[in-house]
């Protein structure tokens, strides 16, 4: 299988079936694809329309949080029961547009397996409310300012990445607004696309402008913190034995790779 669909969704319930269809719409002749959507606690009919449509879409699966364990959580639950080599997240509301994977995807063919790529969405009109445009618009300096992760939009919910990678990176709550500096300090390269984006049609948003202020504060110093605290060793050398000619002498076999 070549990429998995991560969608992590609390209540979204009216939006999953269209975005089913647009997925399938984007994906299908052009990779083998599964759509995996983490349901994180809804209390309303997401589960039940999942599994209705799970009944006639092959490639969906379903997994479920007993409890509300937030968006990062649920999108680190869907990266580890994938089974692609490739993922792509994208929100469960229809506010990001499958129909920008394949360009993600045919970018992320292109690149060499090492270093490993993020390719994170960038959403050029944003349409929310004009204090989340802004909001995000803040948050997105502070956090390039002081992580410099060069990455215009970090909170976009469209990424494609290896799924290796992901699962190399520390984990915490939230950690899914801090993903490209996390890549960077793995090492690894990121790259920011262009995306659409949408009005939300159905249900209402999870976050406001303010309750992810003084959280969120703490989180970019820890992940200052994690950038500062991380030594890379460059370039890998495996010392081999080598038995054939002397049972003690070695040959060196230099690893024109890094670490990762
Ligand atoms: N699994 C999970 N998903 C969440 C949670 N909160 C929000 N989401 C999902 O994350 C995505 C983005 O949330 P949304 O409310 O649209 O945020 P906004 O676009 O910033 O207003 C949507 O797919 C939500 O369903 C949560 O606590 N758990
Ligand atoms: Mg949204």
């Known amino acids: 299988m070549d990429l998995s669909v991560v969608i992590p969704v609390k209540n979204e319930a009216e939006s999953i079936a269209p975005l089913v269809g647009e997925i399938c719409a984007a994906l299908d002749g052009l990779v083998e694809y599964e759509i995996l959507f983490v349901d994180?606690?809804?209390?309303?009919?997401?589960?039940?329309?999942?599994?209705?449509?799970a009944a006639e879409t092959p490639q969906l699966r379903l997994l479920r949080h007993w409890r509300n364990c937030g968006q990062?959580?649920?999108?680190?639950?869907?990266?580890?029961?994938?089974?692609?080599?490739?993922?792509?997240?994208?929100?469960?509301?229809?506010?990001?547009?499958?129909?920008?994977?394949?360009?993600m995807w045919r970018l992320a063919r292109q690149a060499p397996e090492k270093p490993p790529l993020m390719i994170a969405g960038y959403r050029r009109k944003r349409k929310d409310t004009w204090s989340k445009r802004w909001g995000s618009r803040i948050a997105n300096a502070v956090r390039g300012r002081l992580l410099a992760d060069h990455t215009p939009d970090a909170g976009c919910g469209l990424k494609l990445f290896p799924r290796a990678l992901f699962l190399d990176l520390p984990h915490f709550d939230h950690m899914h607004r801090f993903?490209?500096?996390?890549?960077?300090?793995?090492?690894?390269?990121?790259?920011?696309?262009?995306?659409?984006?949408?009005?939300?049609?159905?249900?209402?948003?999870?976050?406001?402008?303010?309750?992810?202020?003084?959280?969120?504060i703490i989180d970019l110093l820890g992940v200052m913190w994690l950038r500062r605290r991380t030594a890379h060793p460059g370039l890998l050398e495996e010392i081999a034995r080598d038995s054939d000619n002397d049972a003690s002498a070695i040959s060196r076999v230099r690893m024109a790779s890094t670490l990762r």
């Not at 994180?40 to 449509?53: C, K, N, P, Q, W």
């Not at 089974?83 to 229809?94: E, F, P, Q, V």
């Open 179 to 216: 993903l490209p500096a996390l890549v960077l300090r793995e090492g690894g390269v990121v790259r920011s696309m262009g995306v659409n984006h949408r009005t939300r049609q159905k249900g209402v948003s999870k976050y406001g402008l303010f309750d992810r202020l003084g959280v969120g």
């Open 72 to 103: 990062s959580a649920a999108i680190r639950t869907g990266v580890r029961a994938a089974r692609a080599t490739w993922i792509a997240t994208l929100d469960g509301d229809g506010q990001n547009d499958p129909a920008d994977i394949p360009a």
């Open 40 to 53: 994180d606690g809804s209390s309303d009919a997401t589960v039940g329309e999942l599994s209705r449509l």
